[in-house]
């Protein structure tokens, strides 16, 4: 508490050393200024000291002047006396008194400028006086503060001796204390950074949402724009088997087809899966997608949906788009989306549903022991499903593989 009030007592000799430098700076700067201002009063003096000289100057010569006319008039009026003496004596007459009266006004205005500069002189020299006594009285009090302040610097050199053994503790309390301050500073800048950043970040994802879902319904509408149903025709190459001229064709009748694209022999899995893959991403999207492929035995609809075993440059659309299917998975997952696939796999053969991955063989609904029946049913949302098929769940595009390997056997 000591402390405190040694410090507070100092603080206060400060701050009222401070305001007296201050008073005593702004007592000096109007001095300067009062005595630039009685400078400027004084060469004002000189000036009209000196007006008044030219105008004495002046006065002076127009007093000659008035004499000079004078003589001049008594010598005109002996030089003519001989000759008419009345007209030269009213010509005299009218001319003098029009130079009688010019002089007159001329005098009349003389004075009353020397009367307006000697009424400026006399208001100047009362400002001079003025600014004088102000001047004495700053000088007066300048030096009672200068006295104030010699002896209040005396008191506070004799408080700084004294309190100097206690400055240490004071500055190891104050950096003590200004260090948990700013580290008070700095935990809640780092929160108002947070919750900065985290705002951004929901802001962020939200916005990303939104993309999401335009690009969904822009994706949708340009593959609906295309045509819901797209027809394509791939032709194989001619087998070694085949000869040149392949299987016989009847050359009496031409049939047009349009496609939409066809495939050439020389075009690969992926030039196929290229048009096909916006749908695959369009059931991504959660719309609804069918491919199938249809054509004779031995036309390559199971190279074209499969691909060749072993030849990853083969594979086929249900690989390549199982592929797609789980990279899109893997990358959305960091933006906050969650699939779940699943797999069932069916053969309509002869008008019988026959379920592929059933580990029952016996699967078609005339000799199925497990009772099971495989009806087409639609739901109120106008989903097409088929019931008590098997429904696997994946997670990766290897299970899927062993699945189709296993539905494969079982056709």
Known sequence: MRISSLNDMYKRL???NTSLQQYNSKLQSELAAANETLKGVEREKAVIVE???RLRGQYNSLQDQLASFKVVYEVKGCF?????YTLVSRASQEETAKQKEALANEMGSLRTELQKARDDSDRQLLQVVVLMEEVAKYEDYTGRSASQLDCLTMKSTELEVKCSPRDELVRALQTSDLSATEMRNQFEEQ????CDLQNRLADAEQRLIEGEKLRKKLHNAILE???NIRVFCRVRPLLPDEGSNGDSKSKDKNTPYMFDKVFMPDASQEDVFLEVSQLVQSALDGYKVCIFAYGRTGSGKTFTMMGSPGNSENNGLVPRSLEQIFETRQSLQSQGWKYELQVSMLEIYNETIYDLLSTNKSSSTENNSSGKQYTIKHDAQGNTH???????????SKEVSYLLEKAAQSR
């Open 14 to 16: 400060q701050e009222y």
């Open 51 to 53: 007006e008044i000289s």
């Open 80 to 84: 003519f006396a001989y000759m008419d």
């Open 191 to 194: 929160n108002i950074l947070i």
């Open 225 to 227: 724009l295309k045509g």
């Open 386 to 396: 088929v019931s008590d098929l098997t429904i696997v769940d994946v997670r990766s």
